[in-house]
């Protein structure tokens, strides 16, 4: 086990924003994962299990304990179903199964991350989640010192959540993914903006040309990570879209017709409605390119907050607050942040 002290952490993220780890180690197995948790264990050090720094805002003070990298790599294919190290490029993962022919993913492409982050986030975008796909998850259970294997039922997916970054957050430490997929599949064309891409074809589109019409617009909304391009510093959505009641629905529906604007609901969970929180940000007064300080807001996407060249993590989170407020007073609805925190 290679243990390094006082690691960067800034560049594993695709913020490039954070302090130092007190102790870092990149865990290339399992059983390296093993020994990691145990020296932590024994020496009463706190636990951080990162992965492919997508989805997280490290603190400028960085981490005061251990930071452990998952670099579990490879990828199997049994039939149907696509195991994969945790460790293990998302994009990698889309592209080796779309060019397969395996249906399932292609509207998760240009993601960034890695595998073991999908079930934890149940990520998810463009009409499709990784919980649809998901067979089993393989994990080391801390508190049981044993790894286990969960099958989708018992990770307890809902929108942009799981048993991993709820109720058992920091109990597992996921090591493989199994997706079962579908050989020759359709892909799926159910998202607003793929239908509006593809509009004019004559011909269905392939799981490939599906794929690749997702990067395109994710690049076009700055999410998609583009080598010099300043809106890619980012964690990605910082807020989550939020699922409210009919009463609360039917207020902001108001609200748009009143101010002449439109607004698209979507269904949410138990009967709820979900609005986007885009929209809520933009009519809150927070415009695409909105700065403040090195921190702003995407010129191509409300959703993400990025670092525009130094920024602090203090200045992302003043600024998340900032609009989180503004929607509260405008609409009387409180974003949640999607991103993990590290470090506070």
Known sequence: MD???NQTLAPLTTFGIGGPARWFVEAGSESEIVDAVAWAREREVALFVLGGGSNLL????GFDGLVLHVGVKGIEQADEVFRAGAGESWEHCVRRSTEAGYAGLECLAGIPGSVGGTPVQNVGAYGQEVASVIERVRAFDVKERAFVELRNE?????????????????????????????AGGSPELAYADLKLHFRDWVSAPSLIEVAAAVRGIRQGKGMLIVEGDPDCRSAGSFFKNPSVGVDVAERVRAYAESAGVALRVFPGAEGQVKIPAAWLIEQAGFKKGYAAGAAGISSRHTLALINRGGASAEEIRALAGRIADGVEERFGIRLEMEPVMVGY
């Not at 490290?58 to 003070?61: F, G, K, T, Y």
């Not at 997916?157 to 991993?164: H, I």
Request: hydrophobic share 30%.
């Open 3 to 5: 243990m390094k002290e």
């Open 58 to 61: 490290v603190s400028d003070a």
């Open 154 to 182: 018992e990770c307890g997916f809902a929108y942009r959540r799981s048993r991993f970054n709820t109720v058992d957050r920091g109990r597992y430490i996921v090591t493989r993914v199994d997706y079962r997929l579908r």
